[in-house]
């Protein structure tokens, strides 16, 4: 250990922080594999109808929108971003054994736990926020490498723990009382997984001009700004709308997914885990590929991939009807979806407008949690309207026509860059590839 330990600390204070942001992106992995994959496997077992499944989809995202401008007014004016993230996390991990209480509130204990799972995203929201802005502030030189080792690594540990989380519920437990009982136990354990990662941001290593300095303007005025970047920027304008669209079709599937594997399929918590196991390894596999090829082709042509292949998944989920085949399928899924989570980010750097950064990420934000707030239900309207088939097939349908918009951005792209004289609408943070 002591041969470790002088190893890291002969690191430069870029390759250390690389470090603390891998472990605590891997504790913070643990805590969302522990007990977040089963939020409605939890309430299932407590009796919540399909709407209730929808709304725990839907409401966190109301919350978001409400938290995310003046949590980010917040974090701009701030002294200290490694200080509000380190206290965002905090809160979050409190609201776990917050919503263990639910059980015991006899009537009320399926509204009261929704309405917890949904206030829970209010420091979530603001820490993600938060932490996107920060850690781009702190890793400007090693960007795209640490982004692309620290998910690798929050895979990894993710999907370790929801493997054994899921074999835990469904085969130490004999009734659904002893199931919600260790439901209760993990999240209680995530209060205390959310102060080891609290410590561990506190351990980054922060450039001075983020330890001061921070914005004291009006909070109004910089909202104001933050929108008319949307006007004057339309690079940043344009990817929004196309995120948006195709998030729209995303987001419906997600309750579908759900009612769809445990209904139709007949999962239970096991094989939640293994699929969620499936997509994770999967993605250990690719994440170091996709993030080179991002480094090399540019994160604009890598979210096709993931774009289109998150499409291909709800148009093929429809003709599997046992949980091996479904296994296999979420293999498949895996592939390009690690594409579509460093692409996303990636592409949303790129673009982003760099004074007031945190108000302009929470800008892009708001529109997706927008959309996670409505979409859900209007996937699980459709699907009562219809049948959970038509509805998959409609998800997909949609999702590869939301993905098309990002092959025309990129076309359009190639053809101005390749125009002499061409210039940026303002230089990007880091690059992620060549400017098509």
């Not at 190893?7 to 007990?35: H, M, P, R, Y």
Request: some cysteine; overall charge positive.
């Amino acid at each position: 250990m002591n041969g470790i330990g002088s190893k890291f600390k002969a690191l430069d204070t870029t390759s250390k922080n690389a470090w603390f942001f891998t472990f605590e992106g891997a504790v913070g992995a643990v805590i969302l594999n522990l007990a977040n994959p089963f939020f409605s496997m939890f309430a299932r077992r407590m009796g919540a109808s399909d709407y209730q499944i929808g709304l725990i989809s839907s409401l966190p995202a109301l919350v978001g929108i409400l938290a995310l401008v003046p949590g980010s007014i917040l974090v701009d004016r701030s002294g200290s971003k490694k200080r509000i993230v380190s206290l965002l996390i905090l809160l979050f991990g409190i609201m776990y054994p917050l919503a263990a209480l639910s059980p015991l509130l006899g009537n009320y204990k399926i509204p009261l736990y929704i309405t917890i799972i949904a206030l829970m995203n209010w420091p979530f929201s603001v820490f993600n926020i938060s932490w996107q802005s920060f850690f781009s502030d702190v890793m400007v030189s090693q960007f795209n490498s640490a982004f692309t080792k620290r998910t690798r690594a929050a895979t990894v540990v993710g999907t370790s723990t929801s493997l054994a989380a899921g074999l835990l519920l469904a085969y130490i437990p004999k009734n659904d009382g002893e199931r919600i009982l260790m439901y209760q136990l993990f999240f209680c354990l995530s209060l205390i997984l959310a102060l080891i990662q609290s410590w561990l941001l506190k351990r980054v290593i922060a450039p001075t001009v983020l330890k001061s300095g921070g914005d004291k303007g009006n909070g109004f005025a910089m909202v104001r700004e933050c929108l008319n970047n949307l006007l004057v920027y339309k690079e940043f304008r344009t990817f929004i709308i196309l995120a948006f669209i195709f998030h729209v079709s995303w987001h419906m599937g997600w309750p579908l997914f759900f009612i769809y594997q445990v209904d139709v399929i007949g999962i239970n918590e096991a094989w939640l885990s293994y699929v969620n196991v499936a997509v994770g390894f999967a993605g250990v596999l690719t994440y170091t590929f996709w993030g080179k090829e991002i480094e090399k082709r540019g994160a604009r042509l890598i979210l096709i991939f993931g774009t289109l292949g998150l499409a291909i998944n709800a148009l093929t989920i429809v003709l599997v009807r046992t949980p091996y085949l479904l296994l296999f399928q979420s293999t498949m899924t895996g592939l390009t979806f690690s594409a579509f989570t460093l692409a996303i980010f990636a592409n949303l750097i790129e673009v982003v407008p760099q004074k007031n950064k945190t108000i302009n990420i929470a800008v892009y934000t708001t529109f997706i949690n927008l959309s996670q707030f409505i979409s859900p239900l209007i996937g699980v309207w459709f699907y009562k309207h219809t049948s959970i088939i038509t509805a998959l097939i409609f998800v997909g349908v949609f999702r590869l026509l939301a993905g098309t918009l990002f092959i025309a951005r990129y076309i359009s792209g190639r053809k101005k860059s390749s125009q002499p004289g061409v210039q940026q609408e303002q230089p990007v943070l880091h690059n992620t590839g060549p400017h098509e």
